[in-house]
């Protein structure tokens, strides 16, 4: 049977894909994807930041398949040597002192929230639990990130939510200032808001955070699920910044395509949790470490990260040049890039796609650039010059 007609029946619709609109895609390669009719489309979707490395990266399937055939998986119980080396190399890398490992974007942020309820506890005493986060931002599906997620809309019909979170404005520091109390544990937010549109934080922000956490003594935490693993032209956002996290999470393109997450905890926060205060089964699991040290290893190769941000700062030029009428603002940093339009946005990803080149719309006015990390000016000239017949299309 049709693959497409199986789905209908058989997975539960979550996603709203469509029969006639949504690809069946087969096979990936570097920057491209091929759907079932052997069509070629540049990728600059990315798996949503998962293939930062394009799909298929050589080291990483080398790495995965020599891992798959000496151990998979073994329990949390016992010590292994990917995970425990994948941990000391994301210490050495960053300002962490100390990782969790998990399966996802969700899971970490969730092991930060419990991490920071438990510090609040600890350290500041009495009742010290709140969590405060951005509108606009997001944090995962689970409850309590569901609840961090500051977007009322994916709120709606999961209530009652989690109590102890409290939202202020991204980028206002006041905002956040004024809803700091006696019971605040954490502020939790993103360098650069993703899902919610591509909002890069102004550096006095992140900055007037870390001092409010300071004087507060809360736990400053960063979502680098998206942002991090070398997106933005660092290995991770916050060096773009000059502030230090007390804890940061990382998912999506660390594991080259599979599953895994990690929270990074820092001096604060590193020696909070206890012997069975938290855990995972397949966290840290052999393969996916070995897939993270692949990845890992590319990434911090020579001239790699000077690469991303260089060709982050020429698809944001030649975004530019694009029509000034239909574009109301380009907001980036690195390679994560969000083409505000004035209109049409939905309109004009689907006819990208038409065209050769997959991106991602938000709310029907945003669209978001997520390339593979390894794509050339080449790659960045094929998909304006998409873009600029698909512009030229629109009404
Ligand atoms: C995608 C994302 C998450 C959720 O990650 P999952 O792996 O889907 O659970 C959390 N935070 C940010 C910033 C994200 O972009």
Request: with cysteine; net charge negative; glycine share 10%.
């Amino acid at each position: 049977m049709d693959i497409k007609e199986l789905e209908k029946e058989y997975i539960i619709d979550t996603y709203g894909r469509q029969p006639e609109a949504t690809l069946l895609i087969e096979r990936g390669e570097g920057v491209y994807v091929w759907d079932d009719g052997g069509r070629r489309y540049l990728d600059f979707v990315s798996g949503l930041a998962v293939n930062n490395l394009g799909h298929c990266h050589p080291q990483v399937v080398e790495a995965v398949r020599r891992q798959a055939g000496c151990l998979m998986h073994t329990s949390n119980l016992y010590y292994t040597r990917q995970q425990t080396l994948l941990a000391e190399r994301l210490v050495q890398l960053s300002c962490a002192k100390k990782v969790f490992f998990c399966n996802s974007g969700t899971e970490t942020n969730e092991a930060a929230i419990k991490l920071a309820r438990k510090y609040g506890k600890q350290v500041k005493g009495g009742d010290a639990y709140e969590i405060i986060t951005a509108y606009r931002s997001f944090h995962g599906r689970t409850l309590a990130s569901l609840t961090a997620t500051g977007q009322p809309k994916y709120h709606k019909g999961f209530e009652p939510l989690v109590p102890g979170f409290r939202y202020a404005h991204f980028n206002d520091l006041q905002s956040f200032a004024e809803q700091v109390t006696e019971k605040t544990a954490a502020i939790l937010v993103e360098p650069v808001q993703g899902e919610g549109g591509v909002y890069p934080a102004a550096p006095e922000f992140l900055q007037g955070l870390r001092r409010l956490c300071d004087e507060h003594n809360l736990l400053l935490i960063f979502d680098e699920v998206q942002c991090g693993m070398g997106r933005t032209g660092k290995l991770f956002a916050y060096e773009h910044y000059g502030v230090e996290p007390d804890i940061f999470t990382l998912a999506k393109a660390l594991g080259g395509g599979l599953p895994i997450g990690v929270m990074a905890a820092g001096e604060k926060a590193a020696d909070i949790l206890a012997p069975g205060e938290h855990a995972s089964t397949f966290g840290g699991n052999s393969v996916v470490c070995a897939a993270a040290h692949a990845v890992l290893d590319v990434l911090t190769g020579e001239g790699f990260l000077e690469h991303v941000a260089r060709l982050g700062e020429y698809f944001t030029g030649r975004l530019q040049e694009l029509s000034p009428v239909k574009t109301r603002e380009i907001r980036s940093l690195g390679l994560m890039i969000g083409l505000e339009m004035t209109e049409g946005a939905a309109d004009c990803a689907r006819l990208c796609q038409e065209e050769g080149l997959l991106v991602n719309c938000i709310g029907g006015k945003i669209l978001r650039f997520l390339p593979p990390l390894i794509i050339t000016e080449e790659h960045v000239d094929a998909a304006i010059c998409i873009l600029q017949n698909v512009f030229d299309r629109l009404p």
